[in-house]
């Protein structure tokens, strides 16, 4: 058989290695028809690198665990094909933006996970589990609202890609405002006011300048800015009822 | 909610803006054909108040809306948050009202 492997095309890759204060370490992958970032983190780290730090579960874009900085900007590694992001054969992969880094490519996700908390954005219930099932309109304008936002997998490519985030530490972020339009939207849900309140305070919808950066890199495609303009209209509408 | 509140009031003052912006530009443009004078000006603005309401209702809007939106400004680019910063706004917008109504009261009685 012939030897291949000097002719083989390979990848540059610079991976992030170490905390906050680490580096970027460089890397030749082999390349691979219809492959993914992941896909490469993975040669790495079964080939070279084997104490390299990154998460993933699914691999198919559900989870929601395999987010990164790819050249610059954050994106879902699971279902980004090189093809699409690799500028002359060069890839840069560094951990989420906008997040603590704890190891490589693995990001403390905690603060964007108590922001959700700080948006209301869990479901207050109007009925107990004794009571029949409320009927729910799925023609209704506010269901078909709340459905437009929820498929979000909690990956926090939108709230990498927000400045506003990067600049006011108490901005709750795009996912958790997007999250709390949805309940807002949900006829079950029963403390209306208190999302309000929640999503009004310092850092809350009213900090968003409506770029769009959540909307652009969303990988899911939802629309976050939308319901950020959604949530604006509704805390002013209580304000104007003297409800807010 | 001071955060609704200001929200409201500066995208508020902003909706005034606009007619009065627009208003004053072609203000502007009218005022200078044939040149310009101090007698001239002063000579539209003394006493009239329709004039005096305008700017006054522009120079309010100005300082309503520039504090507010210096203060997010602030915040994003500066470590300046809380009480401190809530209240060097409310001076700027003041500052801004005083001085904006001063001249529109020197122009205008
Ligand atoms: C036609 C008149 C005007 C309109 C329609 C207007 C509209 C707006 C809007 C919508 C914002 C919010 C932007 C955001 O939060 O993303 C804003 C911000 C701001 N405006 Fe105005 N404005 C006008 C005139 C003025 C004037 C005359 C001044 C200063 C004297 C001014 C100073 C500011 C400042 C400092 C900000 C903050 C920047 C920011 O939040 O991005 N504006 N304006
Ligand atoms: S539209 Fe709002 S939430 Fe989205 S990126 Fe811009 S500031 Fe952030
Ligand atoms: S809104 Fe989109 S980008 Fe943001 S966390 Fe949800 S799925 Fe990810
Ligand atoms: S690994 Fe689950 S979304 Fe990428």
Redesign the interface.
Known sequence: MQDTADREEMLTVEIWRGREDGALQTYRVPRRESQTVLDVVTWVQRNEEPALAYRFACRVGMCGSCAMQVNGKPRWTCRTHVSRVAENGLLRIEPLANLPRIKDLATDMAPFFEKWQGARGRHEPTRTRHEPMAPVSSESPARKAANAGIECINCAVCYAACD?VG??ENYLGPAALNRAWTLANDERDADKAGLL?AV???G?C??CHSHGSCVEHCPVGLNPTAGIAGL?RM??AA?MKGE? | MLEARLYLLQRASAMLLVPLVLAHLVMILYAIEGGLSAAEILGRTRGNFLWAAFYGLFVTAVALHAPIGLRNILREWTGWRGRSLDLATLGFGALLLGLGLRAVLAVTV
């Open positions: 506003v600049w006011d309140q009004s305070q310092g809350g009213h900090s604006k805390t002013l304000l807010l």
